[in-house]
C-alpha cells in the first residue's frame, strides 16, 4: 500500500476554536505547490482522508482540485490532533485501497511517519509536508520511504 500522509498547510493563529482555523493564502499555496510537484506520482490515489477539523480539511480539498480527484473526501476523527496513533493505524489496516492521501496534523503526522519507519528524525514534520511511504500494513517499522516534498 501507498501511503501518503500530508500536513496541512500553514493556518490562521486564531479562531473560534482550533478545529475552525482556516488556511492563510500561503499555506494555500504551498499545498498547491507541494501537490502540484508530486502530481504524477499522486494520478493512482485510490481515497482522499481528512481530519475534520478546517484546515487539514481545506489542504485535502486543494489536493483534490490540483489532482482532479473525483472521489470522495472522508473525514476521519483518527486524524485529528490528538488522536490515538494504534487506532489511526487500526483503521488504516481496515482499508481496502491502495493509495490513500492522509492530511492531518502534527504531532500525530510525525508520531505516525517515525514509527512506521522506526525512525524518530521524522518526529517533526512542517506544513504542507507530504511524506509518500510504501508498507504491506500500517505496522511500527514495516514501511519504506519513497520520498518527501517540502514547499
Request: glycine residues 6%; charged residues 25%; proline residues 3%.
Amino acid at each position: 500500500m501507498k501511503l501518503y500522509f500530508m500536513r496541512h498547510g500553514k493556518a490562521e493563529r486564531h479562531a473560534q476554536s482550533d478545529a475552525d482555523r482556516a488556511l492563510t493564502e500561503r499555506g494555500r499555496r504551498n499545498v498547491a505547490s507541494v501537490i502540484g510537484n508530486r502530481r504524477k506520482a499522486l494520478q493512482t490515489l485510490d481515497l482522499v482522508i481528512s481530519s475534520p477539523y478546517l484546515r487539514a480539511r481545506q489542504t485535502a480539498q486543494i489536493a483534490m482540485r490540483e489532482l482532479g480527484y473525483r472521489g470522495e473526501l472522508l473525514l476521519c476523527a483518527d486524524l485529528e490532533p490528538g488522536a490515538n496513533l494504534r487506532d489511526l493505524f487500526q483503521f488504516i489496516n481496515q482499508l481496502e485501497q491502495e493509495a490513500i492521501l492522509l492530511t492531518t496534523h502534527q504531532p500525530l503526522i510525525g508520531e505516525a511517519v517515525s514509527t512506521l519507519l522506526d525512525d524518530d528524525a521524522y518526529s517533526t514534520i512542517g506544513t504542507s509536508w507530504l511524506v509518500a511511504l510504501e508498507c504491506d500494513a500500517a505496522v511500527a517499522g514495516c514501511a519504506n520511504l519513497s520520498w518527501i516534498e517540502e514547499p
